[in-house]
């Protein structure tokens, strides 16, 4: 079957301290991924996107992922969290057909501390 | 101006009735998205239209119908509401199908 999973569904982190969200994914789906970030009461935003190219992919905010096909990741890191990175955060990836079907991940809430 | 907008943001209703959620894009996509977030946040894909034409349709109700008047507009309209029906429900468009996603801010629907 698809499927993309965040391995963890809620990540609580010091402000300033450094992050990881993980995401795997199958085999079955494509390697076009994302990450998405949904703040309080809003829609979701895309951070950053691998379609192909370099493994290290940039995205806005200070984020940044890498795209690991050996292990099937697409981790996502920031350096140093702010208050304001408080949100919840998807990985998703298309389905290998290439049907437009976008298949997200259960999510991982980021929770920044002070 | 806002890129993708649906209305209403909230909608409480109750069992039985029938309600319309609508969503209009102004960014000249082409296809354009239901999705629906369950309590758990989780995002599952409902329907998908690419220049008025139905592509992608999940295992839904029939209770639910999508009409896409134009490109730039596609509505959601739930028939007989049921208490699982209760999730945020966002709109979502794309240049092209398989590219970046831009979603409206979500209705949130409660069913009583």
């Known amino acids: 079957a698809q499927s993309v999973t965040q391995l963890d569904s809620q990540v609580p982190v010091f402000e300033e301290a450094p992050v990881e969200l993980r995401c795997n994914y199958s085999?079955?789906?494509?390697?076009?991924l994302f990450w998405y970030v949904q703040y309080p009461n809003q829609g979701l935003q895309l951070l950053l996107k691998?379609?192909?190219?370099?493994?290290l992919v940039k995205g806005i905010n200070g984020f940044e992922a890498e795209f690991n096909k050996s292990q099937t990741s697409f981790h996502l890191r920031k350096p140093s969290v702010h208050i304001s990175d408080t949100a919840e955060y998807f990985c998703?990836?298309?389905?290998?057909?290439?049907?437009?079907?976008?298949?997200f991940g259960q999510g991982t809430t980021l929770q920044v501390k002070p | 101006d806002t890129a993708v907008s649906q209305t209403p943001k909230y909608l409480v209703t109750q069992m039985g009735n029938d309600k319309s959620i609508k969503c209009e894009q102004n960014?000249?996509?082409?296809?354009m998205y239901w999705y629906k977030q369950d309590s758990k946040k989780f995002l599952k894909i409902m329907f998908s239209?690419?220049?008025?034409?139905?592509?992608i349709n999940e295992t839904v109700p029939n209770r639910f119908s999508p009409k896409s008047p134009d490109k730039a507009h596609l509505n959601l309209h739930i028939n007989s509401l049921e208490l699982g029906d209760s999730a945020v429900y966002f709109c979502?468009?794309?240049?092209?199908?398989?590219?970046?996603?831009?979603f409206g801010s979500g209705t949130q629907l409660s069913v009583l």
């Open positions: 979502a468009s794309s240049k092209r199908e398989a590219s970046k996603l831009f």
């Open positions: 239209y690419n220049n008025k034409e139905l592509i």
């Open positions: 085999s079955s789906v494509s390697v076009y």
């Open positions: 960014l000249g996509h082409d296809t």
């Open positions: 998703a990836a298309y389905g290998s057909s290439n049907t437009g079907k976008l298949i």
């Open positions: 691998y379609l192909s190219g370099s493994t």
